[in-house]
């Protein structure tokens, strides 16, 4: 663990993190569909967004991240986007997300909307017309369009993988119902990857950008930010290991390619000459998956994305020398490059910290969901603690675990049904949340709604639910919001001053600005809280001069009183 404080570039608690509200931000990801429905058919909509706002401005958040809510035929839940430019009729319509935009803006809740520049649904109109030209044509070449190998090209042209499972190509027929060409889909076969070398998938790109900022949104989170070029040619990759066992970009010719770096470069241009005109910033946002954190550096760059996702954090198990070597990676490479690190716990890709903490599989055994609850409380004290900005979950503030017994008939993700079931897929955090314990739907769709949720919710659901926890002063949702409050009226949680404290094994200890210390107990052992400390917060309420297993604390040291 280093000991030396490290203060990347910015001045914290200055005004300019005032107006660059995404180096400190606490930003809420809203999976749209699963977060409020308004018009009582089972699935959630940017009008029940909205009529959540206040719940959100009381939990204290600066943003909302909305995952996509564009036209879609959701093979993917809208990452197959049809049009980028169009909210799809189950999600309401551009007015809708214009009063999003307004109300939000009103309760100062900064909007960030996702872009998903990677691939498009084979419904999006280019991949018809594609399809349609046939090949050679320049719409073909806005895709990932070749020939199969084979005496008949019945073979796909290359060897790679889906990250989502399968051949990561598929076989079209011609126009005149020749068995035809194939193309490029990382992800699902109903995921085109459009061809980046294509001068009209840039110009496309940046009319839909300017399209959602002159709408005011206030940030991107761009999906699969290390995609988008692929190797020129297309080779078989060399690895035996590859996308479709791991569900990892290893595929060392499907991402990361250097050319990617002039589109976050262009982008951010783009992004800087808003915030300029406006006075308002802009930040992109990067989802890049890649799990080397110097390469992930790169994508953070003083001219590239503002920042990117952390997920070594998300990935790191419940143990101390684990959280602390990621934590100094993430400090290490990311925040001294200049970019605040966006620490995340959760997100609709992975199951829950509940129950990954609960020391069962992941996503498919319990475990003990009372030890992974205790866990997860104390790792939002620690993300909330650390320097830069944190992403939440949807119904992480409610402690909920994975929903891991989701009946086969019920799931939803590709990826469960391309492995042949081998791997579940990701519908078990993102099961609709529970609102209001004794009501149909746990309040998710109005009262007297006659269909289901579009997925099912556990029974258990009742007792996370909001208008329980906010009846408890010790609940998940208490403790989010205090944590939230004390980080804002606390100038040394916002500092940029870090430096590790000595600590016993399994223990992570570190001090933020002058004065406050967070400690987390990962060991198996009460441990005492700094000598002299006053506790600010606690992760359980026997915290105190002592923190029993599995808690945290935040201290206010004697130096600062
Ligand atoms: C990353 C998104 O977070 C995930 O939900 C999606 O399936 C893939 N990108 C493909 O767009």
Redesign the pocket.
Known sequence: MSAEPIAPSSASGSSQDVLEWWRNGVIYQVYVRSFQDSDGDGVGDLDGVRSRLPYLRSLGVDGVWL?PFYASPQH??G??VADHRAVHPEYGDLDAFDRLVRDAHRLDIKVIVDV?P??CSIEHPWFEEAVAAGPGSPERGRFHFADGRGEYGELPPNNWRS??GGPAWRRISEPDGSPGQWYLHT??PE?ADFNWRDPDVADHFEEVLRFWLDRGVDGLRI??AHGLHKREGLPDHPFAIDDELTGDPVNPYAWNQPEVHDVWRSWRALAEGYSERTGRPRALIG?V?LLDAAQLADYQRPDELHQCFFFEFLRAPWDAEEFSKVIDRGLGTVAAAGSPVAWVLN???MPRSVTRYAGGAPGVAHGDIDLGLTRARAAALLMLALPGSAYLYQGEELGLPEVTDLPDHVLTD?MFRRTDGARRG?DGCRVPLPWAAGQDSFGFSPLGTPVPTWLPQPEWFAHHSVDRQLGSGESMLQLYREAIAVRRRVPALSSVRFRWLPADSGVVAFTRGDGVACVVNCSPRPVCAPVGSQLLLGSDPEVGEKLPPNTAGWFLLEVAR
């Open positions: 995952n993917d839940h990452y197959d998903v990677n691939h990250i989502f992800f699902a995921q999906d699969v989802e998956g997100n609709h890709d590709p990701r």
